[in-house]
């Protein structure tokens, strides 16, 4: 009898001194998934009418492929709560299939009337090819732009991107469309060349070359919750509002 005295004794003694396990991060609504396929969906965003904020950051999971069908069906890359960004699939258009323009005008998405817009931070505007590439707004002001010569073009020229065979800049902010004019963009082989909005890191970190002829662009967007929304999800997990200065795009949480 002691010694079943001094058994108990000691898994109470185990209950008191085990931590309780990790506590699991909640970043979906209860009752709602919070992955689709590898991709992450946190809240705002929601898999199903029923689990997001409103319609525009609603997700369709299909074939393990998250999209959001306020946006044209845009695949969703990855979502961030902290930036806060979510990196789209956005169609790559081109004038390839008629390379002897010497000018043309293409056009990119148009994010007017919903809470998001591109972001300057995480995108740059990019020129593969010989010749000049601007990005305009609805008015037809020309926002950037740059220039690219054709001299010799090395590995490290493309991979460098300044100037020779390639260029990058910055993008305004609160961009919410544009269309893009380049003129005489051929590679130095007689190639097809391109201008283009992309994500930075993509980019950079070599994730994505338009020389691979993809058919789609990454391009990461901000997005903005306004007071009108009430938000509540998610333990420890709820995104804070979020203000943009529509002046130098600076963010501020509150």
Not at 178 to 207: H, K, M, P, W
């Amino acid at each position: 009898m002691k010694l079943f005295q001094a058994y108990l004794h000691l898994l109470f003694f185990i209950s008191l001194t085990t931590p309780p396990p990790p506590a699991i991060a909640k970043y979906a609504k209860t009752g709602c998934k919070s992955r689709c396929g590898n991709v992450r969906i946190p809240y705002p965003f929601g898999i199903g009418v029923n689990c997001s904020l409103s319609q525009w950051y609603t997700v369709d999971c299909k074939n393990s492929k998250p999209y959001l069908p306020a946006l044209n069906h845009l695949e969703v890359l990855g979502v961030s709560l902290s930036n806060p960004t979510v990196i789209v699939n956005t169609p790559r258009i081109t004038d390839c299939l008629n390379p002897t323009l010497t000018s043309s005008e293409i056009m990119g998405v148009d994010l007017g009337g919903s809470p998001f817009m591109f972001s300057k931070t995480h995108n740059k505007f990019v020129s593969e090819g010989c010749g000049i590439a601007i990005m305009m707004v609805d008015d037809g002001s020309v926002v950037t732009g740059c220039s690219t010569a054709c001299l010799n073009i090395t590995v490290r020229d493309r991979n460098n991107c300044f100037g020779n065979g390639c260029c990058q800049t910055a993008i305004p902010h609160h961009l919410k469309s544009y269309s893009i004019n380049i003129t005489g963009l051929e590679e130095e082989d007689g190639g097809c060349g391109s201008a283009f909005l992309v994500d930075e890191t993509s980019y950079d970190q070599g994730r994505f070359s338009v020389r691979n002829y993809t058919s789609f662009i990454p391009i990461s967007l901000l997005w903005i919750l306004t007071d009108s929304f009430q938000v509540t999800c998610c333990d420890n997990e709820t995104p804070r509002k979020r203000l943009v200065d529509m002046f130098d795009g600076t963010i501020q949480g509150h």
